[in-house]
């Protein structure tokens, strides 16, 4: 009993030790500065100065008199609602063609997943600035047809939708995992539906739909939380500004600028608070829709 | 959605051949982009804008050679610092979540249940909450415009994902190995060492490429740390560049883009099969 019980002391300790570098990593800098900023966001802070203790002057400020803040947050919910559901329909539309047994379907796969693995790249935002200025490549493109396309990453109603098409066309990962869940799917089923005469879009309807559901759901929490984090895109394309006249402003970036241009951390970390109830809410939100939607096959037991 | 279509019937091979072409031909329609800019690293300054092709006549390296020492600091200083973090990068994470992960899956401690609950907690937290408070951390101990605030966390677990990961791979594992091994004499330390690390190769291997990969990539924990050129990481010496070229210079600019993909795709061509499972079985983003 004595000797169980050093054991399991022993044991403790080399636990203790086996967690020591995630446990310090975890206080000094997840919990500590998680509380820290809670704490910030109630106050005036520049970097030198002491924290000022405002109250909720910062929360105040942010909805009801800053009007750049709420353009952020417009914009930023434009960007996640265009980007999102697109992606998503592009990923399953290419994971359902791959899925038709092809050869070469690991090629395909590869190559389509290319620009998921780079895009969110410094270099690629380099290029898209190219490929959607005034003299770049999709204008030299419509130029041949005639058409004198305007320079779309510095026009503000346009400047938005040249970042939403780069986070579509990295639909390469969801993709990857859509196609690992229509594998899932048994085959007899969709013969027998075929064989009752049900047409594919029917098939697709009864069949795929409801049994991909969870993985839909999966790929569309990680898909959204993901866009709202986006920063490196808008940084690059607006040149850091968020322009033309703030068109690009994503939170993140208008985070960024109130911490690190103006040294407004005290509001920044507010920002930041909001940004993690948003990212809360909406998760929960997608959480809640899926007991209508999705249902999974272990459910009834 | 029929895979069984059945072999031979001439129909059913035109259908085949259809859906080859369409998907080659949307394929390459998805790589354009990347294969133009490419291409257009070779290509002459004054038709970059004006030529579509994939293929550079009078090709040649001058983009390269400009855009190699375009800055004041060569790239390769940027290119030697992006891997110093990189790699530096990998190891922590590799060290520092293998090692929660074992005592999360193996270990009997008081606690666990709540370390473990906050542990899968913090891979919910964006990172813009701890953003502030830890860059005034890092400030107070001299640490701004050094690359100790990127490596550092590495190495204390903060990215948990892979703790949890590792966690699930090890648990797979049996544990009458362990028990094997304990009976032959080996504590916590040589379970971990001789049983664990050896068998967990594919989820080790897995933690390091994605480490690699958002580590060389990564451009906002450089743009907020690193102030002084000298350390500037490979995305960040981009972004200056973009600026101090504005709209004028696209081919070196081009080249150097280019070059920045490289290391990337090369360990995605040597691991390829790890990366697509690493994203199919956890969704961890490519």
Redesign the interface.
Known sequence: MAARSAA?A???R???L??S??????I???????L??LY?SFTQFD?LQPPRWIGVENYARMFFADQRYRNALSVTFIYVACSVPLKLVFALA?A???????R?LTV???????????G?????A??W???F?Y???VN??LALLGIDGPSWISNPNYSIYTLVILRV?QF??PM??F??GLRQIP?EL??AA?IDGAS?FR??RSI?LPLLAPVIF??LV?QT??A??A??PA??VS?GTGGPVDSTLFY?LY??QE??AYFR?GY??A???V??VI??IS?AAAFLSARYWVHYGDERE | ????TPEGSLRARLA?AA??AG?AA??LA??Y??L??IASSFKPERII??D?SLWPRDGSLRAYVEGWTGLRVSFTRFFANSAFVAVLAVIGNV???S??A???AR????L?KL?FA??LG?L??????????????F?KLGWVDSFLPLIV?K????D?FF?FLMVQFFRGIPRELDEAAMMDGC???GV?RRIMLPLSRPVLATAAIFSF?WTW?D??GP??YLNDINLYTA??A??SF??STG?TE?GP??A???L??VP??FV?LCF?KL??RG???S?L??
């Open positions: 399991l022993q044991q403790e080399a636990a203790y086996f967690l570098p995630w446990l310090i990593g975890l000094f800098l997840t919990l500590g500065p998680t820290a900023s910030l970097l290419l359902m063609v791959l899925d038709k047994g092809l070469g395909y796969r590869a190559l389509l997943y290319l620009p998921s693995l780079l969110g790249s410094v270099a690629i380099v290029l600035r190219q490929i200025g003299d770049g490549l030299e493109a066309w390469g990962s990857i995992i196609l690992a085959m969709h013969e075929a594919a098939r697709f795929t999966f790929n990680l939380i993901d709202f984090k920063f490196t940084f690059i040149g993140t985070l960024y911490a690190f951390m920044a970390s920002m930041a608070w940004l993690l990212i809360a998760t | 959605m029929i895979r069984a085949r859906l080859h998907l949307f394929t998805m790589l982009p990347l133009w800019m804008f004006t579509f060290t520092a979540c090692l929660a074992f005592a999360f270990l009997q401690f008081r666990k370390w906050l542990m913090t919910m937290l964006p990172y813009h909450v701890t953003l502030i408070p830890q860059y005034v951390l400030l966390p190495f204390l677990a903060v948990a703790i504590g916590p330390w971990y990969i990539d451009f906002f743009l907020i995305p960040l981009l972004r973009v600026d709209r696209w600019l081009f150097m883009s280019t920045s993909l990337v795709f995605f390829q990366i697509i994203i199919a079985m969704g983003k490519g």
